[in-house]
């Protein structure tokens, strides 16, 4: 077991997260902070199993992966619950979420597309600079109108991250399988509807170095078969001589998949 600082630790950075990510900045800028900080989750994740905590393993992962998507969800969202309450709450929120929808939208135009003379690329550098501006205003007057929501009855929770209980219900058509990969360690988080703790099953025979080997022969077998595009191709070449279908999915299935079936206690039936 780790020690409980280190706990707290990661429990600081998983909550900064979505500063880096904040809705008030670009869409581009927002990916690039959360690709600097994927490695925080998985360890953050890492951290809790080690310290027998999978629910909040769980609960950690969901919200450092959904902290970009799920906000671009939110700008989109209907708010029914909230309306019903709370019509005038829900028609300031539609207003700035939308704003901020085409504010994200507006800003991942690059100058660099623009055949501009120096005049027009200053204009329009200087009206990229306004509509920043703009956004920042507009995501400020959200996240205030948030906190005024969250003050209200029944709604302390309004767009805040799911935490385990909420988690577990989406599993009521079956059972939801997270993987984690980390330095340290690779596990298997199993979600039940009608089972109130997680099912951790450690993955001994799979790490992230083997994770990210079989993601860069994946990108290489793609690119072989023409499925994806060239920019996306990510296969080491000296591994493509090595490396086929049947290795990588029986890799996958021994590391990965049967352990996770076995805690399932599924069969599979061979096939002839």
Same mark, same amino acid.
């Given at each position: 077991?780790?020690?409980?600082? +280190?706990?707290?630790? &990661? #429990? $600081?950075?998983?909550?900064? /997260?979505? %500063? *880096? ?5 670009? @869409? ?32 950690? +992962?969901?919200?450092? &992966? #959904? $902290?970009?998507?799920?906000? /671009?969800? %939110? *700008? ?5 619950? @909230? ?32 055949? +501009? ?156």
């Amino acid at each position: 077991m780790r020690h409980p600082s +280190l706990l707290r630790a &990661h #429990s $600081i950075a998983i909550n900064i /997260l979505p %500063q *880096l990510a904040w809705i008030g900045l670009s @869409l581009a800028h927002r990916y690039a902070e959360l690709k600097r900080g994927a490695d925080v989750v998985c360890e953050a994740a890492a951290a809790a199993l080690d310290s027998g905590f999978p629910e909040l393993a769980v609960e950690w +992962l969901e919200q450092g &992966h #959904s $902290i970009v998507w799920g906000e /671009l969800l %939110q *700008l989109r969202s209907s708010y029914e619950e @909230l309306s019903s309450a709370h019509p005038d709450h829900t028609r300031r929120l539609r207003e700035l979420s939308a704003a901020l929808d085409d504010a994200g939208a507006t800003r991942e135009k690059p100058l660099s597309t623009l055949k +501009l003379t120096d005049d027009g690329m200053q204009r329009a550098t200087q009206t990229l600079h306004q509509e920043a501006h703009r956004h920042r205003t507009l995501a400020i007057e959200r996240d205030k109108l948030l906190q005024e929501i969250r003050r209200l009855p029944g709604f302390e929770r309004f767009l805040l991250p799911k935490d385990f209980p909420q988690l577990r219900a989406s599993a009521h058509s079956g059972p939801v399988v997270m993987l984690n990969a980390a330095e340290t360690r690779c596990d298997a988080l199993i979600l039940l509807a009608d089972v109130d703790h997680v099912i951790h099953v450690p993955l001994p025979n799979f790490n992230l170095q083997r994770s990210v080997g079989l993601q860069n022969s994946l990108g290489a077998l793609l690119g072989d078969a023409r499925v994806m595009p060239l920019d996306d191709r990510e296969g080491n070449p000296t591994t493509r001589g090595r490396i086929n279908w049947e290795s990588l999915l029986s890799t996958l299935w021994n590391g990965v998949i049967k352990p996770v079936l076995d805690s399932l206690a599924f069969s599979v039936r061979a096939v002839i």
